[in-house]
């Protein structure tokens, strides 16, 4: 078991890509935007990639509170959600869930992320500790089924023709 507090940006993203290496078959992410994970980065892509491919059970969910950054700022995001959509899904949340101030990444049960604001990098790191992270896992699981708008790769209404 591990826990590290974090207060900078940057040990933030780093502290992700730890969670993101040790991660195997579920991955579950509740962000204001995934801009400050820093996910279209090309490191970050590829191991989202080496997750979906190594277990074919992978799964990831991702629970937004705006999708705008999304679609304009993460072109290798959407790629891979157009490729894996059975595997990976994201929602934007009801607005009644805008309230919430933290974020949080789960992997397997056993790892977990929590940024206490969304607006500042003040982050606990939780390796190895499947006890410590139930609490984590429910909260993503009743923000996950609380719905939300269904995100897509396309946009509504255009066709390739």
Do not use: C
């Amino acid at each position: 078991m591990t826990i590290e507090m974090m207060t900078a940006w940057s040990d933030y993203r780093a502290a992700f890509d730890q969670l993101l290496a040790r991660a195997r078959y579920s991955l579950s992410i509740f962000d204001d935007d995934l801009e400050r994970l820093g996910l279209n980065e090309l490191a970050r892509m590829e191991a989202l990639r080496v997750f979906l491919t190594g277990d074919p059970g992978a799964t990831i969910r991702i629970a937004l509170k705006q999708t705008g950054a999304l679609r304009s700022n993460q072109p290798r995001l959407l790629e891979l959600l157009k490729s894996n959509s059975a595997a990976l899904q994201i929602q934007q949340v009801h607005r009644n869930l805008h309230i919430l101030r933290d974020t949080l990444v789960v992997a397997d049960g056993a790892h977990a992320l929590v940024r206490f604001d969304f607006g500042q990098p003040r982050a606990k790191l939780i390796l190895d500790d499947k006890e410590e992270i139930i609490p984590y896992q429910k909260r993503f699981d009743a923000i996950w089924k609380d719905g939300g708008r269904p995100f897509t790769a396309t946009t509504a209404g255009l066709s390739g023709r």
